[in-house]
């Protein structure tokens, strides 16, 4: 993606996402709160809801190929996704990008992520996802213990994710 496309997806999701009408629970989902629940398409092509993680914490984690701090953290939840596979799940949702754009940008990065695609935003509505990157983290029980506006640091992701297991 160019340089002139990036600023003006930049400048739509700046616009258009706080303005999206809200939906779900309650009016912020804060930590403490249920984790909304959403049917995604899996890379298998399964249909999956997010329910059907429970018992096992997630990190859903709200991107763009055309996101600077994006693309700096996604190192740290791609090595998440392999290294503690076992102990939870992580999905990716790339907001509003083709598949095309997602897997070029994977292919180049190589980076191994369980990508979510979320053409329409309707799971960045769901979630009130305002800001990107933009990362929930959902215990086993589908209450949210985490939210973090930004990127996060290794430190802190690394802190978040052992508070999450405990």
Known sequence: MNYTKSLLWGAILALVIPGLPARGQGAELTAGKPAPDFTFTS????STRLSAY????????????????????????????????????????????????????????????????DRDYRIAQLYRVNAIPQTYLIDKAGMIQTVRVGAYSRVELNQDIAALLN
Do not use: Y
Not at 78 to 99: G, I, M, P, Q, R
């Open 54 to 117: 429970r018992g096992k914490p997630v990190v859903l984690h709200f991107w763009t190929t055309w996101c600077g701090p994006c693309i700096r953290e996604l190192p740290l939840i791609s090595a998440l996704t392999t290294a503690k596979a076992e102990e939870l799940t992580v999905l990716a949702v790339n907001c509003a990008e083709t598949d095309r754009e997602v897997s070029a940008f994977l292919g180049r990065s190589q980076l191994a992520l369980n990508v979510v695609m």
């Open 43 to 46: 890379a298998a092509g399964k």
